[in-house]
């Protein structure tokens, strides 16, 4: 299939954190007025919660198909855990020979872009020193050795150079981007004999709150005693009190320099970069007015008015329970279409899931499911354009070609989002999102699809339950030599039969036959004989078995059949004579030392005078055993072969 524009694959975890948010933003933008499609490979958590749900959403970046992309954007600093960075990059490097941007993270292989921290740092700092005359300024950075923490480590040092205040190694910490680390730099700090310092400039927001807790704990207050500034401006930050003074990243302008960038490695042309900074938001934290904080509030108050997580989160939303009270696929998807308007009307959505995606006939002792990779054929069981939805179990489409409607023609370029659809490490398929309006998913998207992966692990066990209590039901109405109903299942369906061409004024019929010989057979050529012989005959009367007609293996050596559709004694005796044609077909191919024939009986006639199938079937039984008895004194009470006997 042809694609009509080119395409970006950007690869990366948990693309509505706030660093990926507005990295995204700046890709999309850029990609877009270069007229670029931007598919978005994701796991939806970045961290590790458990292995496997971390392994069962990263089997998501086995479906690329790298054909199909014209560069990558490689974010490996939120791929991390259990090393899945190296495992995306060594496919990248076996699979992909176009060119690829590695952002914030230098790599051997491919070409990187980094955001400057150091920059906007440097201007942290030097608000502290130059608007609030602070000299004794204590930095609390990120892991040691991470690129960010040392960056932003680098912003601190040259700020007090540029201002001529002596490095203080003493008044340096390295903690871990999140909230674990500020009790101990407090208490650090509070165990030198020297005073605390005017403030503690942090690397991100995350650990500004987590020194302010601690500061608050031992009694000091922000900003009199101690100023606390941090750096990334997430809401975390904007909503604490007091409001953390701090930097919003500069990763959407990151985003738009990684895609100038592939864009000049795609086209062979000149790389020109562009200035990489951000504003302060000034905080409470620091002393200073927090009217700007209010502005970035309200911000981020009005980003999350416009997608639809009021409604997600409403007391009255019963999406889960509507959708694990469904029991049948396509039932499923009609409910789960209707509740797509909790994640957009405008959006698109895609659910796309591999061939036996249930795993139907699975036990406690046979769980191999499928745990890597995705079936060759994928089904797309839903998709959603906006307003129209199509529900639709059998469609099908090649896993090379990752979403049919990336081929489709479209007037302007489109982002998807790739994520995965799986419980645990069992893999159902993947999702894909896109949006006309928005360029990245709701913030309500990543619940919505938690809903959507526990309802489809519901309906795979409430679909296993089925197929096991129907096979627990065919085994006790199924004859295990023959395949064809037991005793059991004469005395579970007859009846009803009977019952139903009773009230509706119908025909009944019977066909009771009895297979000739057997003890012979048996004791002359052994049981499997015998066996071959029971499972010919019951072949014969399934073969003569059409419309509504059932057939049954009631005894070792008795045959019936039950119908309320033949239309006259004639299609009976058409019917007999199928049975003896199939026989006579199986003794001439088999060749055996022995024929297989059978002796019938029949009834045929309405049942309104009779109370059970019981005077009925006694009928035919009766015309049946007449039979058997002609054919004995035909054949001769001792087997009498009327061929030479090899």
């Not at 524009?5 to 270069?34: C, N, T, W």
């Not at 509740?339 to 795993?359: A, K, Q, V």
Request: charged residues 25%; hydrophobic residues 35%.
């Amino acid at each position: 299939m042809k694609k009509f524009r080119k395409l970006l694959g950007v690869i990366m975890s948990q693309p509505d954190a706030p660093y990926q948010h507005k990295l995204l933003s700046g890709i999309i933008e850029r990609a877009f007025k270069l007229n670029y499609d931007v598919a978005v490979f994701s796991t939806f958590v970045k961290d590790e919660l458990s292995k496997d749900w971390h392994d069962g959403e990263s089997n998501i970046f086995s479906m690329i198909n790298y054909s199909l992309l014209d560069g990558i954007i490689f974010v490996p600093d939120t791929l991390r855990v259990n090393n899945v960075d190296k495992a995306v990059e060594q496919d990248i490097l076996k699979k992909f020979k176009k060119p690829v941007v590695s952002v914030d993270i230098k790599s051997e292989h491919f070409s990187s872009i980094f955001t400057d921290d150091i920059q906007s740092i440097k201007k942290m700092i030097s608000h502290l020193i130059e608007k609030h005359r602070l000299t004794d300024i204590a930095f609390m950075t990120g892991i040691k050795g991470h690129p960010h923490s040392t960056n932003r480590l680098t912003g601190y040092y040259e700020a007090l150079v540029e201002h001529d205040i002596p490095i203080d190694q003493s008044r340096v910490f390295y903690g871990d981007f999140w909230y674990e680390k500020g009790e101990e730099v407090v208490q650090a700090l509070m165990a030198d004999p020297r005073p605390m310092p005017q403030a503690i400039a942090c690397a991100s927001d995350t650990m500004a709150i987590s020194v302010c807790e601690a500061l608050k704990n031992h009694g000091f207050r922000i900003p009199e005693d101690v100023a606390v500034t941090g750096y990334d401006s997430i809401e975390a930050g904007i909503n604490y009190v007091p409001c953390i003074t701090s930097c919003e990243l500069p990763s959407e302008i990151t985003g738009k320099r990684a895609v100038s960038m592939l864009h000049s490695l795609i086209t062979d042309t000149k790389f020109i970069d562009e200035t990489c900074g951000t504003d302060i938001i000034f905080g409470k934290s620091c002393g200073c007015p927090n009217e700007a904080a209010e502005e970035i509030r309200q911000k981020y108050k009005t980003w999350r008015d416009d997608d639809y997580s009021g409604a997600f989160n409403s007391t009255y939303n019963f999406m889960l329970e509507a959708l694990i009270s469904e029991k049948e696929l396509e039932n499923y998807m009609a409910s789960l279409a209707w509740y797509s308007y909790l994640i957009g009307r405008s959006s698109h959505f895609s659910l796309c899931l591999c061939e036996n995606w249930d795993n139907l006939g699975e036990t406690d002792q046979n769980q191999d499911y499928r745990r890597t990779g995705y079936s060759r054929r994928m089904t797309l069981p839903l998709r959603k354009m906006g307003e129209e939805k199509r529900v639709n179990p059998e469609l099908e489409f090649d896993l090379s070609e990752m979403l049919p409607m990336i081929f489709e023609k479209r007037p302007e370029p489109r982002a998807f989002y790739f994520s995965p659809v799986n419980f645990n490490d069992r893999c159902f398929g993947y999702a894909v999102f896109s949006d006309d309006e928005n360029n990245c998913y709701p913030s309500c998207y990543c619940q919505w699809m938690r809903y959507v992966c526990t309802s489809l692990e519901s309906l795979r066990r409430q679909r296993n339950l089925m197929y096991m209590y129907k096979k627990m039901e065919d085994n006790a109405v199924t004859d295990l030599l023959t395949g064809i109903y037991n005793r059991n299942g004469f005395n579970m369906y007859s009846e009803k039969i009977f019952r139903t061409i009773k009230e509706n004024g119908g025909c009944l019929t019977i066909i009771i036959g009895d297979l000739n010989n057997l003890k012979y057979i048996n004791d002359s050529f052994g049981h499997g004989e015998g066996d071959f012989a029971i499972k010919s005959a019951a072949d014969a009367f399934r073969s003569a078995c059409r419309d509504d007609m059932r057939c049954y293996r009631i005894g070792g050596d008795e045959y019936v059949i039950i119908s309320g559709s033949v239309a006259s004694e004639d299609k009976i005796a058409e019917t007999e004579k199928q049975i003896n044609d199939y026989l006579h077909g199986i003794n001439e191919a088999a060749d055996k030392p022995y024929s297989i024939t059978i002796s019938m009986g029949n009834f045929f006639g309405p049942v309104t005078e009779y109370d059970s199938i019981e005077k009925p079937f006694n009928i035919a039984d009766g015309r049946m055993f007449a039979a058997k008895e002609k054919f004995k004194e035909d054949e001769g009470f001792y087997y009498r072969k009327s061929r030479t006997v090899k």
